[in-house]
C-alpha cells in the first residue's frame, strides 16, 4: 500500500521556538493532504486541509497564524508550531490522500517545554 | 455534518473471547466507514473500511465489521480475542469517495485479560 511519512517522528523544543513537522507520501502524488492533532487519550481532531499550491483551510479554532501550513509540492506537505507553548504538545498526525483512498503518516510527538 | 459516537470508552474481554465495538454513524450522504486501530505511541493501521458493495466487511487481524444502514451502525467484532488485540480502536467517517478529511469517533480502549 501507499507509504506516508512524517518527520520528525518526536520532537522537543523550548517554550517561545518553532518546530516544523513534515509530511510526505512516499509512492504517490497527493493533492491533498490533511493535518489532525491527538491530545493524550483523546481521538483526533482535524486541525486542517492543505491542497497543493493553494492556502490551506483551517478549522473553526485553529489559529492559522499559529500553526503554518504549507503544500509546496505533490509530495509534501510541512506544518509550523509557531512561539511553541506547552499546551501545543501533542500528537500530530498528517494524512495524505489520492484519487481513492487516505493513507495516515506515523505521526509526530511534540514535546514544548 | 457528519459525526461518529462509540459507544463505550473501554471494553474488557477475556482472551478467547468475543470482541464486539460499536459504532453509529450520521451522515447526510452514503458514508464510507473505517475502523483504525492506534498502539500507544504510534499512528493509526487501518484495519478494514466499507465503500460499496457487500456490507460485510473482512480486516486484518481477524477483525470484521457489518454496515447496517437501517441502524446506521459499523460494529467491529472478532471471534476470539487475543492478547494483542489490546489497543485503542477508532471509527471514522468520511463522506464518498473520501474526498474530504476523516470525522472520527471518540475512541474505545480494548482490554484483553489473560
Known amino acids: 500500500g501507499a507509504v506516508v511519512s512524517q518527520h520528525p517522528s518526536r520532537v522537543i523544543c523550548k517554550s517561545g521556538t518553532s518546530v516544523k513537522i513534515e509530511c510526505r507520501s512516499l509512492?504517490?502524488?497527493?493533492?491533498?493532504m490533511f493535518w489532525y492533532r491527538q491530545f493524550p487519550k483523546q481521538s483526533l481532531m482535524l486541525m486542517a486541509t492543505?491542497?497543493?499550491?493553494?492556502?490551506?483551510?483551517?478549522e473553526q479554532g485553529v489559529e492559522k497564524d499559529k500553526f503554518l501550513i504549507n503544500h509546496a509540492s505533490l509530495t509534501l506537505s510541512t506544518l509550523t508550531v509557531t512561539s511553541a507553548h506547552p499546551e501545543d504538545s501533542s500528537f500530530y498526525i498528517c494524512?495524505?490522500?489520492?484519487?481513492?483512498?487516505?493513507?495516515f503518516g506515523p505521526g509526530t510527538r511534540l514535546t514544548v517545554t | 455534518a457528519q459525526s461518529v459516537t462509540q459507544l463505550g470508552s473501554h471494553v474488557s474481554v477475556s482472551e478467547g473471547a468475543l470482541v464486539l465495538l460499536r459504532c453509529n454513524y450520521s451522515?447526510?450522504?452514503?458514508?464510507?466507514l473505517f475502523w483504525y486501530v492506534q498502539y500507544p505511541n504510534q499512528g493509526l493501521q487501518l484495519l478494514l473500511k466499507?465503500?460499496?458493495?457487500?456490507?460485510l466487511v473482512k480486516g486484518i487481524n481477524g477483525f470484521e465489521a457489518e454496515f447496517k444502514k437501517s441502524e446506521t451502525s459499523f460494529h467491529l467484532t472478532k471471534p476470539s480475542a487475543h492478547m494483542s488485540d489490546a489497543a485503542e480502536y477508532f471509527c471514522?467517517?468520511?463522506?464518498?469517495?473520501?474526498?474530504?478529511?476523516?470525522?472520527f469517533g471518540s475512541g474505545t480502549r480494548l482490554q484483553v485479560q489473560p
Open positions: 494524512s495524505a490522500r489520492n484519487p481513492y483512498e487516505q493513507y
Open positions: 509512492d504517490f502524488q497527493a493533492t491533498t
Open positions: 492543505s491542497n497543493e499550491g493553494s492556502k490551506a483551510t483551517y
Open positions: 451522515s447526510s450522504v452514503p458514508p464510507y
Open positions: 466499507y465503500t460499496t458493495g457487500a456490507t
Open positions: 471514522a467517517v468520511s463522506d464518498q469517495g473520501g474526498r474530504r478529511a476523516l470525522t
